[in-house]
């Protein structure tokens, strides 16, 4: 479990938008490996939900989910099946089994009198079993959108790899954890940058690549049309694909702007990381 208190206050705060930024990179990263804090914040979800759809969130609580939390699509159909369960609920409570009081040994009329004694019952049944599916695919879904992170391998199976990929944050946030060696084998074609940016998404974004022991900084590799993907349950991400033969085994730095509608760049931030080719020595010191 994380050394990090969370409670269910925290979580839901979160949730709400309500914690500051450098709590909430804690948390996000914590979640992302601490399977007991991940499973936490679902149960804080669950509640949240709970206490919203029966109207017991403070007024300002009850606006900061509308405006922050209903904003996901996923999260927005989470809330619909919740109520849709809530309602089916209350409607088979309301509604008393009616009983036949038909007697003949008719088979069709015992079977329809069955039917209608237990039809609350049977209807609540495929209720929960269509909440329990929605809840899943939305689970699946959002899990396909975390931000992906690479695959620790053998070092005699990197070699044959034709893709590398790198999760990167800017150099002035905290990277513990993180992969920042991409070792490129004979066969590798592309290195993948997975650079994180804040949460505002601009409409395209600006990367420039510099050898970062040189005297003199000089520009490597160049692209002016890249696009961020929103992930659901992490920050916005921007894929940046390198060929691996214009990049040498040395330290790079990515220079990341954003584009804003005016077509004046902003600074987002530098991502150092390094190229090194497959060897026992890399593995070991954890590169």
């Not at 509640?47 to 017991?56: A, G, H, M, R, T």
Request: proline letters at 8%.
């Amino acid at each position: 479990m994380s050394d990090f208190p969370y409670n269910s206050e925290r979580l839901t705060n979160y949730l709400l938008g309500k914690l500051p930024e450098p709590e909430r990179e804690r948390l996000e990263e914590d979640y992302f490996w601490d399977n007991e804090v991940f499973l936490a914040l679902i149960d804080a979800k669950d509640q949240l939900i709970s206490d919203y759809l029966n109207d017991k969130l403070q007024p300002e609580d009850r606006k900061r989910f509308e405006q922050h939390f209903l904003t996901s699509p996923g999260r927005k159909q989470e809330v619909e099946l919740a109520a849709s369960f809530r309602h089916s609920s209350l409607k088979s409570k309301r509604k008393p089994a009616v009983f036949s009081s038909i007697t003949t040994p008719s088979q069709p009329l015992k079977a329809h009198g069955v039917w209608q004694a237990h039809k609350p019952l049977i209807c609540v049944g495929i209720v929960i079993l269509l909440f329990i599916s929605g809840f899943m695919a939305i689970w699946l879904r959002s899990n396909s959108l975390v931000l992906p992170q690479p695959v620790e391998q053998p070092v005699s199976a990197l070699s044959g790899l034709t893709t590398v990929s790198l999760s990167l944050r800017p150099t002035s946030l905290r990277s513990s954890k993180r992969n920042t060696t991409a070792e490129v084998g004979p066969e590798t074609e592309t290195v993948e940058l997975y650079l994180e940016v804040s949460k505002e998404i601009f409409p395209t974004y600006q990367g420039s690549l510099f050898i970062r022991d040189s005297e003199k900084e000089e520009e490597v590799l160049s692209n002016d049309s890249l696009y961020a993907t929103k992930s659901e349950s992490g920050p916005p991400t921007v894929i940046w694909k390198l060929p691996a033969d214009k990049l040498q085994v040395n330290d790079y730095r990515a220079r990341l702007n954003g584009i804003a509608q005016d077509s004046a760049p902003i600074h987002i931030g530098n991502y150092d990381f390094e190229v090194r080719p497959p060897s026992p020595e890399n593995s070991s010191q954890g590169k």
